[in-house]
């Protein structure tokens, strides 16, 4: 385990915020030209919080990301703990800055931006009285007539490659029968069913029964509330529905939030719990279903009357 030092973070006195401690720490810190090495960041937050971190680094020719970024959570019933780790390569001599987009941190009440900065020294291979020789001058390229064949291969190519629009283009006229209508709520139930039926409780498989549920409840959230895009992370989806005071968004944001521990952390899960989990997210969409039925018969209302 890579020992980082916490550093307190403090917000302005004019907008108190939680409390937050950040530590990166770079391992090694001395490295050579290419020899791949650690940034860790660890974000200690209050309990419930929600942390996003960045993807990777902001890189240049002189820095390569070797893997992708890895988390471990280490949360409890008083605080919210991960820790998040790039391994990197460099390419250039000195000291070099390594950079990252800031962390993002969610509480109910609060976002605060947590920004991410490491450095690392890198020191050359070469000997210290290496010289470089000055390359020599290019060479003029060597022209030559194609042969006659070369023409006709391109030409043929040509041909088909229109051949080939003209064939897309007439079947993309064809008419295609409009698609089916998908009610939000009744493919929500069915799905609910199917990822019920298919055993994976009983089958120890407690992790992957929590992931589906809660990706049946994301599907329904795009297809019944406009804006809310699968694309859109947990954070960002809690934070685009915090205006709508008649959804449960606080407890939609608890259950996303244990739901990515143990997708992306492999948090350790229960089976009652990870079955409390399935029913909580399918009590979440009948609720939204009953606040979009009645948004929907207003709506209709002040159409007739209209």
């Known amino acids: 385990m890579i020992g980082i030092a916490l550093i307190l973070l403090v917000q302005g006195a004019t907008q108190p915020g939680p409390t937050i401690q950040l530590g990166v720490a770079v391992r090694p810190e001395t490295v050579t030209v290419g020899t791949r090495f650690i940034v860790a960041a660890r974000v200690r937050a209050p309990e419930g919080a929600t942390i996003a971190w960045p993807t990777a680094p902001d890189t240049s020719e002189s820095l390569e990301i070797v893997s992708s970024r890895m988390l471990d959570s280490a949360s409890d019933s008083l605080r919210t703990e991960e820790t998040a780790r790039w391994r990197l390569a460099a390419w250039d001599t000195g000291t070099m800055t390594i950079v990252f987009e800031d962390a993002v941190v969610t509480t109910l009440d609060a976002e605060t931006r947590v920004p991410l900065r490491a450095r690392v020294y890198v020191r050359s291979v070469l000997p210290a009285d290496t010289a470089l020789h000055d390359p020599k001058p290019p060479r003029d390229i060597m022209a030559a007539d194609p042969p006659w064949w070369r023409w006709v291969v391109v030409a043929l190519l040509a041909l088909a490659v229109i051949g080939l629009l003209v064939w897309w283009y007439l079947r993309r006229r064809r008419r295609k029968p409009p698609p089916v209508p998908v009610d939000a709520m009744q493919y929500a139930e ?34 019944r509330l406009p804006g809310a895009a699968p694309s859109l992370t947990s954070s960002e989806l809690v934070r685009h529905l915090r205006s709508r005071s008649d959804l449960p968004v606080q407890r939609l944001g608890a259950i996303l939030s244990e739901a990515d521990l143990v997708k992306f952390a492999r948090r350790a899960v229960t089976a009652e719990r990870a079955r409390e989990i399935g029913q909580e997210a399918r009590a979440i969409v009948r609720e939204v279903e009953q606040v979009s039925a009645r948004e929907r018969a207003t709506a209709a209302a002040a159409g007739k009357a209209a």
């Not at 055993?199 to 959230?221: H, I, K, P, S």
């Open 190 to 223: 069915r799905e609910f069913t199917r990822v019920e039926r298919m055993g994976l409780l009983e089958a120890g498989e407690r992790g992957r029964f929590v992931a589906l549920m809660v990706e049946v409840m994301r599907d329904y959230l795009a297809l």
